[in-house]
Structure formats: C-alpha cells, structure tokens
C-alpha cells in the first residue's frame, strides 16, 4: 500500500538559511499534520491543512509556514534557520479529520550547523 | 489541552515475556486511543488503537484495553520478540479535537 512520501529525507543547513520540506500523503487523503521531533523526544504537534485549508496550529514558529496545494501535498517553509531546529520533522496524512487514523511518513532529518 | 503520562518510560523483558505500557490521559472527553511504535530513524507507526465504545481490541500479539472510568488504557504484548524493540508512544484525541497529545514514550527492550 502507498505509504506517506516526504523529502527530502536528509537536510543539512547553515544558521540563518532556509529549507523547504515536502510531504505528499497516501492518495486519496486530503488532510495533512506537521510534527517535530527533538531527539529522544515525543513528537510535537505544528500545524495541519484540511481540504488545503489550515485546520489547526500548534507550536510552529513564526518563522515557518506550510501551506496544502491543490493535489494535497504540503509543504513546510523554514526561514532563518536556528541551531534548535535541529530535529527530525514528520507528515502525516489522514482522510477526513475527527477520530481519523493518522499515517506518518519516514521523516526528514534537519540538521542546522 | 490534553495531559498525558506514559509509563514505564523504559521497559526490559526477555524473548518470550509479555510486556504492558500503561497511558493515563486527563480529557474525559477523549474518545479516540491510538499507539505508535517508532523504530529508530524511522516514522511512527500504527500497531492498534482503539475507540471509546469498545472496552478492549486484540491483534495477533497485542492488545489495548481501555478504561474511560479511570480515564487510561493499556498496550499489551504477548510472546515479545527482539524486533518488538522500539520506542512506543500513546497518542490520545482530546474530546472535539483530531490532534494528538503524545506520551513521553516507552523505550522497549526485548533481550533474546
């Protein structure tokens, strides 16, 4: 079965730079979660899009946005990039949004130096 | 917001144990109880979850029983096996909300 595609898988960035990241859900799901993952931490909830509208926020800086394209890919846009942005950043894609079942993808590995 | 507490934070049991994590949430309006199993370097992943109208739900080697009186519920594992290590967390649904609350996570140790 087609799984939660993100990249890309490794991303390595100077402070002050920016990143982009990419997420393309299991077909057929148009809602879409962003979480970051500090090492030997939980996952911690950013932002999510349903039907390419943003549906709830959580902890994401002002300094990233994300938005949902028309064939529900999304996409995190990381500015001014900070040591502690260092993380593993993962999508997860679900269809509808109540009590639905979220699917992760692999992860991208942000490395800020 | 939602406050949830895993325990034990860190598991060990031989080949052949069973193993149980228990999750205590805060929102009595919870109604969805899902667990994830994340490897290393690796995404979460699914292994069952389960909703709040039924009390319990099994899968080959595992199961989740939930109690929404005392407001917790449990992963068991049966017959471990070493590939059973991995870091499991709970992520319960508040009641009217669809994003997670993560537990700290349970790091699983299975000694062959």
């Known amino acids: 079965a087609a799984g939660v595609i993100q990249s890309p898988r490794h991303l390595i960035k100077e402070k002050r730079e920016t990143a982009t990241l990419k997420c393309y859900p299991i077909p057929r799901h148009d809602t879409v979660y962003w979480y970051q993952q500090g090492p030997g931490q939980d996952p911690q909830f950013l932002i999510s899009f349903y039907e390419k509208m943003q549906s709830d926020k959580g902890s994401i800086p002002d300094r990233f946005s994300a938005q949902q394209f028309s064939d529900y890919h999304s996409e995190l846009n990381m500015s001014s990039l900070e040591l502690g942005d260092s993380a593993l950043y993962f999508c997860?894609?679900?269809?509808?949004?109540?009590?639905?079942?979220?699917?992760f993808g692999p992860g991208t590995r942000l490395l800020v130096l | 917001g939602e406050n949830v507490e895993q325990h034990p934070s860190t598991l060990s049991v031989q080949e052949g144990d069973s193993a149980v994590i228990k999750c205590t949430y805060s929102?009595?309006?919870?109604?969805?109880f899902p667990w994830y199993k994340q490897e290393l370097g690796k995404g979460p992943q699914l292994i069952i979850d389960?909703?709040?109208?039924?009390g319990e739900k099994k899968d080959q080697r595992i199961a989740v029983t939930l109690n929404k009186t005392a407001k917790h519920f449990s992963l068991h594992i049966t017959e471990t096996q070493p590939e059973d290590s991995a870091v499991y967390f709970c992520a319960p649904h508040g009641g009217g909300s669809y994003i997670p609350t993560f537990g700290r996570g349970t790091s699983l140790i299975v000694h062959p």
């Open positions: 997860a894609s679900s269809l509808g949004t109540y009590q639905e079942t979220q699917y």
């Open positions: 929102d009595s309006a919870s109604n969805y």
């Open positions: 389960i909703r709040s109208n039924v």
